[in-house]
């Protein structure tokens, strides 16, 4: 009888004791996370921030917030970024700027590890291919569209667009990539480009519904390409 009373007192001081350590990490969980809700990030860090970090400028920054769930955020809103020489523009998105949690108390310079992108449009001049091309290569943070209209331009005149679109520009097996899926004319698209190598680059494009499917080799040095599927 001793014994099980003895058995019965230690299991509620090891469950008491569990209970404790789980109240003790929440509350610094949530007190690490909730503190840079407190920080002054000012619209004039942000700037020069993706500016050094992803060669983007920014305009607008009518509000910003400070979350912590899903993960630590700061949220711009109905924001207008562009990358140097007009490559690509976004306008009136919704921008999340992913913090890295390791970092978070550094107030004085912002430290990121990707962007989310939603809503908006983006316009890319066809002229300005082989820029973007290039800044994609060098891109080393993970950057990503959700429900963006990408619009194609040629001397200021739309080409077309894509809608409802979800595009991710990252880094892969060591390799620089740029993937689109969206609606083109109501029939889903999608679109893969990778930088397999300085000089080489793959592009694959398919529409199922309208049997279009490319796999096409890009030789920057040599200005040769090669193509193979159906069209």
Known sequence: MNKNLNFIFKKKIINKIILYFL?????VFFTYFSIPKFLNYTPELIKKSLKKNSNFNIKNISNINYRFFPSPRLRLSASNLGLEEDILEVEDAEIDIILNPLRLFNYKRLHYDKLLIRGGSTNIKINKANQLLSYIKKN?????????????????????????NK?????????????????????????LLINKSKNNSKIILKIPELDISTDTLIDSKNNFTTFDGLL
Do not use: A, M, Y
């Not at 109240?23 to 509350?27: D, G, I, K």
């Not at 595009?167 to 679109?191: A, E, P, T, V």
């Open 23 to 27: 109240l003790f990490t929440v509350v």
């Open 140 to 164: 080393k943070k993970k950057i990503n569209f959700q429900k963006n209209k990408i619009i194609l331009l040629q001397d200021k005149k739309k080409l077309f667009e894509i809608t409802e």
């Open 167 to 191: 595009i991710k520009i990252n880094r892969k097996n060591k390799n620089s990539q740029l993937s689109i899926n969206g609606f083109f004319l109501n029939h889903r698209i999608s679109f």
